[in-house]
């Protein structure tokens, strides 16, 4: 260990990438990037999914070796065998898909990331420390799997302060939490700027960067294309930075009228089928034709639970828990609601909106034998399948290899537009769509976002499950917000500012949902 | 004797094999791979352990070719699910086949055989106590040893770092190998340690319990271990229980028997297997509710990136 009382001098760079070059076969995930990350400086990373982001911090922390390019510690050249080479030298990481332990405590989590030095009663003992100091209370005995996100994320910062690291890497920190857990984020880590640290932190919400960080490098398709400083940039020219192009508008369509309800849920309650999952509690909601139904939410409030009840992946204690255009629904499987006219694009995209190693068409019928005419007798029909591939292709930009490719060979964003068009293409009159942009490149999510406002205006109910706050208030006409197994009442969107969401969304002050007019 | 000391005596030998088998295949599962080969490997055991028993005339030198013929079935094993990320039950069932059928071939010679069986503890005054005397100090070597294998697992779990970092890597392993663990290093060691419990726990067969061998003499022993890692929901405390709770099914199904209820003797035979399946549904029915700990990376390939 280096003394810390004698930090580097602050105008040299404490961390410095040089020509990093990262190849699988013939790609590039990272094309000759340098970086350099100095002491008492937020440094951004920002770029699209895919632009080598995570395959940059991932060399950086010692997981995977660069194919070219060097790394510089305090000027002298370091190559790092593993991420406890790193944790050695004083860089800590903070991951986006926590890395941590759910059958086990926090205090063995943490004790996991440590070096097998320290005695196990010395590690509890510190993590009360550090955890008193820094304002993140934790409860060292508590299983993992028994807290929130936001507490989790909690013990990842804690282990990584407890190393005591002079750089902290933050790979979207705040993608899970509500804008108040943001808030008391960015003190913590304002604070730790202020100690001296150097921090690297991963986002692609621009909001923040321009808030927080002092310098942001941009990555696309693996290459480095500014340093700039983000202060003096606008939202705008970040986002050109990083798409390459201007982002389409979304735009409202006109005279959206809502009608009847077309998707009513009525004083649903269901236990989970995983012994870690969400009780939802008197979930009640209408959806008219014609609107948007926006439900906010952290993550794992029981928003998974509810898209299987509403999907008929799970089946409800009473037949009218959920009506569909006015029909019970709540006891019928899956395929007889699409009967019904409903659609369903859960969040994950491969191994539950796809089957991975299937060809597009075949996807398209695993979802349309039920109500499209791709099965005559019991025989499939591959020229309506491949029609409605051609289809979406068409009219959503799915832009693929060949004709009819398998769904993983597909990017993120292609798919999910193939997957929200393969639906709307049937012209359901109730869509519910789960996590629709996650994770999906900005050009591809105006188009969904666009195709949902659509089919919205053409009559159908729509309800969206997401956790960006700023879909929701782009698309939804009302919001309603989940938390611990229940919903809230519906706000129109218009008169939902961000902090009422967030305060729904941390659970200070739920009122009971109620229908809002049982009697339609 | 009486009848209930020798019911007791008789449960504490047919459950050794089951705890042995069980123990080694618990840790293995504990680190996230599910190893479905027991059953081979088991046979392999009590076929090279009668073997080397048979041609030294040392139970010692047997235990220890059953030992070996495990950790070599699971050296198979851990090559193709670890180093190939073959998928692990297909390798496990494969491993099974292979392994009746090569003990067939290995034991052939042997059919018809005895060797003198592992002694029994003899110490003065305590094993000649009324009732007590034969139970707590009147066994063989293995019944002890299978006891201080489970305390000693246990203590490996729960409060060495080398035990918490196994159950790190069963519960999430890229997690742990995002932490900078070596995965399927720890992954191939669990294995080999499985195969070794279950190369001893078949040996015992021949060895202890009944000092010849026979072909498919495991009789389905090794699916009962496994389904007993599942009833002691990883556990090691449970597992005791559930082993014991197996031999004396075994054993009063027997008794039954000689009883006479008029009951078809096969239906009785059958009796442990029932047993099985009757406790697989309770545990997936109170899934839960009793608290479970199942390695949640149970059964997946891991295939780190570089």
Redesign the interface.
Known sequence: MRDPATPPRPTAPLLQAIGITKRYGTFAANDAVSLDLYPNEIHALLGENGAGKSTLVKIIYGLIQPTEGELRWMGDKIVLAGPSAARELGIGMVFQHFSLFNNLTVAENVALGLAPTENFSAISDRLAEVSRDYGLPLDPKREVWRLSVGERQRIEIVRALMQNPKLLILDEPTAVLTPQEADQLFVTLERLRGEGRALLYISHKLDEVKRLCDTATILRLGKKVSTCDPRRETAASLARMMVGAEIGEVKAASGRQPTIPRLIVRDLSLAPDDPHGTYLKNVSLEVRGGEIFGIAGVAGNGQDELFAALSGERISPTGGAVVIDGDAAGYLGINERRRLGAAFVPEERLGHGTAPRMKLSENALLTGHAASAMVHHGFVDKPAMLDLVDRATKTFDVRKAKRDPEAASLSGGNLQKFIVGREILREPGVLVVSQPTWGVDAGAAAVIRQALIDLAARGAAVLIISQDLDELAEVSDRIAVMFHGRLSDAMNAADADRETIGLLMGGSTIAPSEAADAGA | MGLLEAIILAVLAASTPLLLAAAGELVTERAGVLNLGVEGMMIMGAACGFAGAYFTGSTIVGAVCGILAGVGMSAVFAWLTLGLAVNQVAAGLALTILGVGMSGLIGAGFVGERITAVPQLWLPVLTDLPFVGRILFGQNALVYGSIALVIGIWYFLYRT?AG??L??VG??H????????PVLTIRTFAVLFGGACAGLGGAYLPLAYTPFFISGMTAGRGWIALALVVFASWMPGRLVAGAYLFGAVTILQLHAQGAGFGIPSQLMTALPYLATILVLIVISRT??TIG??A??SLGLVFVP??
């Open positions: 770092r918490l970092v159950r790190a519960d999430n890229a997690s742990a190998h995002a932490l900078g663990y899934r839960g479970s700990a390695p949640a990136d570089r």
